[in-house]
T-cell receptor, first 115, second 113 residues
Framework: ETGVTQTPRHLVMGMTNKKSLKCEQHLGHNAMYWYKQSAKKPLELMFVYNFKEQTENNSVPSRFSPECPNSSHLFLHLHTLQPEDSALYLC??????????????FGPGTRLTVL | AQTVTQSQPEMSVQEAETVTLSCTYD???????LFWYKQPPSRQMILVIRQEAYKQQNATENRFSVNFQKAAKSFSLKISDSQLGDTAMYFC??????????FGKGTKLSVKP
């Protein structure tokens, strides 16, 4: 596989469930990102990882817990979510420095519905 | 703070015609990047075109070109010879020295046969 992949593509969960979203990049990049895309809103940056280290947490509630075991994999662990957390969750990756590697490449997203 | 504004929530264009999507931004950084991403109904966010702020020449990618006006902080996207497959949400994004992107709210483009 090439590019950035995300699983699952669709997820429906109750407010008491625990689930995880997975992102994998096959581009040799060192930075990975989680975004939330809600209807009628701009994309919201949630977390940034550089070389497996979290470099940004954009005031995200603790019910969202990221994990980056290596530069190719990124997880978003979900627990006790609220209905307003229903959204499309996008993962992206970016190469290290340099003008030619400043572009973020996105996965297809996970459509999350919280009941 | 960095901001990106897309003032056209929706636009439509006839197939084979030309359409221009507007974007303005604000940043205090001297070196930054600007992007247009396309998100079709399939939801995959795809890079359309990229512009480095230090380059005066407008970027071009086949039927897609930009009009980058640095002093005015304007970055519009022109799509020539519009095709049905161009129907999508288009997002303007600003990338700064930290590598993060700030997105606009998007413009929904419909190409009509």
């Amino acid at each position: 596989e090439t590019g950035v992949t995300q699983t699952p593509r669709h997820l429906v969960m109750g407010m008491t469930n625990k689930k995880s979203l997975k992102c994998e990049q096959h581009l040799g990049h060192n930075a990975m990102y989680w975004y939330k895309q809600s209807a009628k809103k701009p994309l919201e940056l949630m977390f940034v990882y550089n070389f497996k280290e979290q470099t940004e947490n954009n005031s995200v509630p603790s019910r969202f817990s990221p994990e980056c075991p290596n530069s190719s994999h990124l997880f978003l662990h979900l627990h006790t979510l609220q209905p307003e957390d229903s959204a499309l969750y996008l993962c992206a990756s970016k190469g290290r420095g340099g003008l030619g590697t400043d572009t973020q490449y996105f996965g297809p997203g996970t459509r999350l519905t919280v009941l | 703070a960095q901001t990106v504004t897309q003032s056209q929530p929706e636009m439509s264009v006839q197939e084979a015609e030309t359409v221009t999507l507007s974007c303005t931004y604000d940043t205090s950084e001297s070196n930054y990047y600007l992007f247009w991403y396309k998100q079709p109904p399939s939801r995959q966010m795809i890079l359309v075109i990229r512009q480095e702020a230090y380059k005066q020449q407008n970027a071009t990618e086949n039927r897609f070109s930009v009009n980058f006006q640095k002093a005015a902080k304007s970055f519009s996207l022109k799509i020539s010879d519009s095709q049905l497959g161009d129907t999508a949400m288009y997002f303007c994004a600003l990338g700064g020295s930290q590598g993060n992107l700030i997105f606009g709210k998007g413009t929904k483009l419909s190409v009509k046969p």
